[in-house]
């Protein structure tokens, strides 16, 4: 803070005015940040690379060995990382801010629905994000590829940049989910990229990041720096760089026992009306699972990349990488075609990976984490105390191989709409829909619940539940250790204490924000 140094140059200031002096050097910093301000000792400091994939499961992630090498066997895996809603902008909200969605209000992706990213700029919500806080601490922060569905329609200009980023490169018109043919807010100018090899979406983005890096290791070596790094891969059309095209032929999504089930006479109606997928759905389902996998090898060279770079420039014992997805991805499972926004395992529980200084490497946490433990994680890894109005919790602890107490055990996930399609399907917007998709309700999606995943012995039964209960007065539960498959709903046999208890933990978690929503996934109500 330039108060602050003024202080420095004047070291017989009083004890009194160097009190005052303090105090208004914190109040000009804005309610922003808590924590050491840009002028504070940046020596030491780590930097974080984020990478956030666009529909990417566990399977498909799980398949991938370049990954498994690079990330795996470095780092730590969290095997119960889950995301507080399935589906792109709500949870990238959730990602940026560190809240659920009851507490963004964003639960879809786009603003004829409450969402997108229209309505996250007209609430206001990017004035306070993990980008400004670390900015303010005095990081280099950069944004490289999808920011949120529907960017930039609705602010001020093609080219807006949202607060908290020194370095800005977003596609802003075009098809980026095509990896080809798109427009990019480039720090504030819009440039075209074609349908060349070079101009091949992921590889764009890498190239983009490793100069970044460069830049600020040599230019500013005194400053960290934070990459929010977002691929537009495996999400549909999931085209592949030619060098990877048809490598996979033949590949299968996996037929595990809830794909195409025969049997949902004890599922809701929104499913129970669902067809049996004939063969022309299963052979589009294996086709875009084919194309998820080859394309995913674009990723994997991409973080490739970034190591090396990261290597070359002498930061990599001091930068921690971190890789996930915004959602996970059904592809067959209970009779549904390809996509998201659902509360069964293949959409909730996705990827996470984290290698850096210190983090044990081959080493896995079996805790529940959320897509919100990410802003409150790279706050604390920067020195940063984030606002009272995050809802997530640190994931330092388990960087140094240490399980907090208490953790919780047990957490919200919510889904509201949409009621119809997305209107981002029309000419010129930037979010084309899944095949088969079955989001909206108008097209056979999920009608609104709130659902809750429950660690065991936290009910008195000795077994992890998923409970979801339908504004249609419709419940499912599934014991998760004798039924991983969520193929019997044994709501109907359920004791009456059972559901009064899983009734009020989900009344309480889905209107609690903060510390009182930490403290309710920590305590099973009676």
């Known amino acids: 803070m330039k108060l602050l140094s003024v202080y ?5 200031l009083p004890s009194v005015l160097l009190a005052l002096v303090l105090l208004a050097g914190a109040v000009s910093a804005g309610p922003r940040l808590k924590g050491p301000s840009a002028s504070a000792a940046t020596t030491g400091r780590p930097n974080i690379v984020f990478i ?30 889950f995301v507080e809603l399935s589906l792109c902008c709500p949870s990238r909200t959730s990602t940026l801010r560190g809240q659920c969605a009851h507490n963004t209000g964003i639960f879809t992706n786009d603003a004829a629905t409450g969402g997108g990213f229209q309505s996250v700029y007209n609430k206001g919500l990017e004035s306070s994000t993990v980008a400004t806080w670390l ?3 005095g990081y280099r922060t950069a944004l490289f590829g999808k920011y949120l569905n529907g960017y930039p329609n609705g602010a001020p200009s093609s080219t807006y940049i949202p607060p908290g980023w020194t370095r800005w490169f977003s596609p802003n018109g075009g098809s980026p989910y095509s990896e080809y043919n798109y427009d990019v807010n480039d720090n504030g100018t819009t440039v075209h990229y074609g349908s060349t090899a070079a101009d091949y979406g992921v590889d764009v983005i890498s190239n983009k990041l490793s100069a970044f890096i460069k830049n600020t ?18 999400h549909g059309p999931a085209t592949p760089p030619p060098r990877y095209d048809g490598i996979y032929p033949n590949a299968k999504a996996p037929r595990t026992p809830s794909f195409n089930e025969a049997d949902v006479s004890d599922k809701p109606a929104w499913i129970r009306d669902k067809p049996l997928l004939d063969q022309t759905q299963i052979t589009n389902i294996d086709n875009l699972y084919e194309r998820r996998r ?25 930068t921690y990488i971190v890789f996930t997805s915004d959602n996970g991805f059904h592809q067959g499972q209970h009779r549904l075609n390809s996509g998201k926004n659902t509360a069964y395992e293949e959409d909730l529980n996705v990827p996470l990976v984290i290698r850096g200084p210190g983090v044990p490497a081959g080493a896995t946490v079996n805790a529940f984490t959320l897509n919100t433990d990410f802003a409150p994680t790279f706050a604390q890894l920067a020195g940063v105390t984030p606002p009272d ?23 919200l996930n919510e889904h509201a709409g949409p009621s119809t399609l997305n209107t981002n399907t029309q000419t010129n917007l930037l979010e084309p829909q899944d095949p088969g998709d079955a989001q909206a309700l108008a097209t056979g999606g ?15 039964i000795a077994d992890p539940l998923n409970y979801v209960a339908y504004d249609t007065g419709e419940h499912e539960l599934y014991d998760l250790t004798t039924d991983p498959y969520q193929l019997n709903n044994s709501y109907g046999s359920a004791s009456a204490t059972l559901k009064r208890r899983l009734d009020a933990w989900v009344d309480t978690l889905k209107t609690a924000s903060g510390q009182a929503l930490r403290t309710a996934e920590e305590n099973p109500p009676q």
């Open 8 to 12: 420095r140059r004047r070291p017989a």
């Open 52 to 81: 956030l994939t666009d529909d990417l499961n566990e399977d498909v992630f799980a398949k991938d060995d370049g990954l498994q090498s690079l990330l795996t066997s470095q780092g730590t895996t969290f095997t119960k990382q």
């Open 135 to 137: 900015q303010d601490a």
């Open 217 to 234: 290791t040599t230019t500013y070596p005194d400053k960290p720096f934070f990459t929010y790094v977002a691929p537009f891969i495996p």
């Open 294 to 318: 080859e394309s995913l090898r674009s990723v994997t060279d991409l973080l490739q990349n970034t190591i090396n770079t990261l290597q070359a420039q002498g930061v990599l014992n001091n």
């Open 389 to 411: 109005f995050v809802d997530g919790r640190s994931l330092v602890p388990f960087l140094k191989g240490v399980t907090p107490t208490p953790w919780r055990l047990a957490f």
């Open 446 to 460: 999920a009608p609104v619940y709130a659902s809750l995943r429950a660690k065991p012995n936290t009910l008195g």
